[in-house]
């Protein structure tokens, strides 16, 4: 019987990665027509180098989602560097200009709403557990009117841990009541959200919102694969 389901926040419920590349672009195009030298398409190439590099390690990745403010500015002083680009002042105004457009792009995914109302309906405990800083995190969850849906909100940078260490699924158990083979875990991110809940017995369903299928180097496994969380009150899908 299902007792609890838990919930990513980012490109699960509230669009975040997805508006990513999209910002970056707009905010290359916007400071390559107001300074002279500066290609946009060659900025936005060695950012999203620098940004893939930052990301890749975890301690870094870490701290980049704990200190956005930080991250950026280091990432576009680093871009602006390569290409020789005086980086003192405009690195900041580039790495403000981007997270002004990204907060703006972000939006509340479809059927997000009608998902998580269904369960509230239903009398299944729900949590969101996401990873980042807990202002950033709240602002989110605020502006989306997400807090009502969930018996537990569980943020990194409140908690002191992060997905996908075992404390924070062991907690959010807890919290719910639930057990762990009694529990879905739905988010988009493999080892963090999958992989992290599996290795306590949560259920792992993961969002492919991009559409590509398991990567080959990955050892995580999902229980189940969905494009999008409309699919968890779709017929059929508690059967199959």
């Known amino acids: 019987m299902l007792q609890a389901v838990f919930f990513d926040l980012d490109d699960t419920l509230v669009a975040w990665d997805m508006v990513a590349d999209q910002s970056w672009k707009k905010v290359c195009w916007d400071f390559a027509s107001v300074v002279g030298g500066l290609n946009a398409d060659e900025l936005y190439t060695v950012l999203d180098e620098v940004r893939a590099w930052y990301l890749s390690d975890k301690e870094r990745h870490q701290q980049a989602r704990l200190n956005l403010e930080v991250y950026r500015r280091e990432v576009v002083t680093m871009a602006l560097t390569r290409l020789g680009v005086d980086a003192a002042n405009l690195a900041d105004e580039i790495a403000k200009a981007y997270g002004i457009e990204r907060e703006n792009a972000a939006c509340i995914l479809p059927d997000a709403i009608d998902t998580l109302k269904f369960f509230k309906n239903s009398d299944t405990r729900l949590a969101l557990i996401s990873n980042g800083a807990g202002s950033a995190q709240r602002r989110k969850i605020d502006r989306f009117g997400l807090a009502s849906f969930f018996d537990y909100i569980l943020i990194e940078g409140e908690f002191g841990f992060g997905k996908p260490d075992?404390?924070?699924?062991?907690?959010?158990?807890?919290?719910?009541?639930?057990s762990a083979e009694d529990t879905w875990m739905v988010g988009d991110d493999l080892e963090r959200d999958i992989g992290g809940a599996?290795?306590?017995?949560?259920?792992?369903?993961?969002?492919?919102?991009?559409?590509?299928?398991?990567?080959?180097?990955?050892?995580?496994?999902?229980?189940?694969?969905?494009?999008?969380?409309?699919?968890?009150?779709?017929?059929?899908f508690w059967e199959a």
């Open 166 to 178: 075992s404390k924070v699924f062991t907690h959010a158990l807890k919290k719910c009541g639930a």
């Open 198 to 236: 599996q290795n306590i017995g949560i259920h792992g369903i993961w969002v492919d919102w991009r559409g590509y299928g398991l990567p080959k180097s990955t050892f995580v496994r999902p229980d189940r694969i969905v494009k999008s969380i409309s699919a968890l009150i779709k017929s059929g």
